[in-house]
């Protein structure tokens, strides 16, 4: 791979990152704050990213693995965000906001898959030379929170910035996507159906009573992970931290230097080990989270967030491993595929609807909830996801690892273990 190459995948991983976290952590805060939504309708706002997610194999099977190169889809698609992203900043409500949000995450999610489609094309060892690149993208989901927290947009009630600001950079990456190397479609002239689309072909790993406990868990997991994505902002900035946008970026910052460390976990535990305490971390999160506050009780704030890295990590990396251990070359990408859909689509898409009514249901005041109850509610459901996983999980197996591993991050990349 070329310098000149290399450059520009870090930047399309840079640029792929940072729009989304320029405007994905603080939507719900401008939804309260600009837009006057309920939790209802921030419910169903985050809610489309899980539609994008179930929708977003469909644009790539059908469309990018069969007829247009990956690199000039990606920039068509950018664009058509850029133009949404700039043309929701003019608009006045919800009732107007909502089907904008939800075009544009239907066009943002199938860029997921694109950017790796397009950095694995050119590489001749992608284990060894992916993870330098892919980094960029957690780079700049961290920078996009810096940002916005540095500039103060949550304090003066500016956030429609964010979403200006991730137009320019959709623009700039739609615009230098036609620069990138030709990636031709994978299986032009190749018949393509449901299954292979969806992954059904990996449906007789189910089989396998601890690979159910575990699929089952990953699902009902997703569900506590909505309340975190889509109420943690405008709980922090209601709650009075200054610059919450910024400091939630140590929740990626975690997610990384957790990723770097996960080789010496593999060693000491096995699968279930590893699981389980990525979903402890899960209970612990939202219970800091309840009995948190800017006062004494601060460092519970922080600490709810950086767990974001055992969380992440050690549930869904080591899942994504079992998974592949199990599944075998025959059938992985076909089981990655369809575990992706099933947590970030339909297991985020049952959290997004309920916790909306939860949210709204412990509102206090116009300005106020009573956030110790709504946490410790996403804390109760992992709590009985992580008690069934204990008693129905059995393998207790090593999961047998390799320098140069690759690891799947759903919808995003690969990171080397």
Not at 384 to 404: C, E, H, R, S, Y
């Amino acid at each position: 791979m070329t310098v000149t190459t290399r450059v520009k995948l870090s930047t399309m991983m840079f640029l792929e990152f940072f729009i989304w976290g320029a405007w994905f952590v603080t939507m719900g805060t401008y939804l309260t704050k600009t837009l006057s939504a309920t939790g209802v309708q921030n419910g169903n706002a985050y809610a489309t990213q899980s539609w994008g997610a179930i929708i977003a194999p469909f644009i790539i099977g059908l469309i990018a693995d069969r007829f247009f190169s990956a690199q000039k889809v990606l920039g068509i698609l950018h664009l058509t965000g850029a133009a949404l992203l700039y043309y929701i900043t003019t608009v006045p409500n919800f009732e107007g906001f909502f089907p904008i949000i939800f075009a544009y995450m239907i066009v943002y999610m199938p860029t997921l898959a694109l950017v790796n489609s397009v950095s694995f094309k050119q590489m001749a060892n992608p284990s060894k030379e992916f993870p330098p690149i892919r980094v960029f993208g957690t780079l700049g989901w961290i920078i996009a929170g810096l940002v916005i927290g540095w500039l103060g947009w949550e304090q003066s009630n500016s956030l429609v910035l964010t979403f200006k600001m991730a137009a320019i950079a959709s623009l700039i990456l739609g615009l230098l996507s036609f620069t990138l190397p030709a990636t031709p479609p994978a299986k032009k002239g190749q018949k393509t159906n449901l299954g292979d689309i969806l992954g059904l072909d990996s449906l007789g790993l189910l089989k396998n009573r601890s690979y159910l406990t575990f699929f089952l868990a990953s699902v009902a997991i997703c569900i506590p992970l909505a309340f975190y994505y889509n109420f943690t902002n405008p709980f922090l900035n209601e709650v009075g931290m200054k610059a919450a946008a910024g400091v939630q970026s140590l929740g990626q910052v975690s997610e990384f230097l957790f990723m770097a460390l996960m080789p010496l976990f593999f060693v000491r535990l096995g699968v279930k080990k590893m699981l389980a305490v990525g979903m402890l971390a899960w209970v612990l999160r939202y219970i800091f989270f309840a009995y948190g506050d800017t006062g004494a009780n601060y460092w519970m704030l922080i600490a709810g967030i950086v767990m974001h890295g055992i969380c992440y990590d050690f549930f869904f990396v080591t899942g994504q491993i079992y998974t592949d251990n199990l599944a075998g070359e025959k059938f992985k990408s076909a089981a990655q595929g369809f575990i992706t859909l099933a947590t970030y689509g339909v297991g985020m898409l049952i959290g997004s609807y309920i916790s909306g009514p939860i949210v709204d249901k412990f509102k206090v005041s116009e300005t106020s909830h009573n956030w110790t109850s709504v946490w410790l509610i996403p804390a109760a459901i992992a709590a009985f996801v992580f008690l069934v996983f204990i008693i129905f999980f059995k393998d207790t197996n090593q999961i047998q690892t390799k320098p140069g591993l690759d690891i799947e991050e759903p919808g995003t990349g690969r990171v080397e273990v």
